[in-house]
């Protein structure tokens, strides 16, 4: 993993800025960097990571833009699903986060899991 690399796509999503600094990010930008996080941590089942694109798959739309929120969210599902490539259903330290459970609930309806409590 390259630290440069992380710093760059880590400013790139609105959900990993502090609250104090205002910068405009669009979501095709935060979608990219999304996806760059999957690749970058492609198999390694960071929980971390795992986390954070969870939170996001399961964010509500803030403005009317619905169309690109689903972007934002499928983007995050595409790198979830690269951070946890060749896992398995059983992953050693991902069992209490529910997975399979929390992205059926997302499909389907339903109540919503709580986030993970680090995040």
């Known amino acids: 993993m390259d630290d440069n690399i992380m710093r760059a796509l880590r400013v790139s999503i609105a959900f990993l800025i502090p609250p104090y600094v205002d910068i405009d990010i669009k979501l095709t930008q935060e979608a990219a960097s999304m996806v760059g996080f999957g690749l970058l941590y492609k198999g390694s089942a960071n929980r971390q990571v795992t986390e954070m694109l969870l939170v996001q798959m399961g964010r509500k739309p803030l403005t009317n ?34 997975i399979d459970e929390r992205l059926q609930r997302l499909f389907e309806g339903g109540l919503r899991i709580p986030p993970p409590k680090l995040l």
């Open 65 to 98: 833009k619905d169309i690109e929120r689903e972007g934002l969210s499928l983007s995050a599902g595409f790198a979830l699903g690269l951070v946890n490539l060749g896992t398995g259903a059983n992953t050693p330290g991902l069992e209490d986060l529910m």
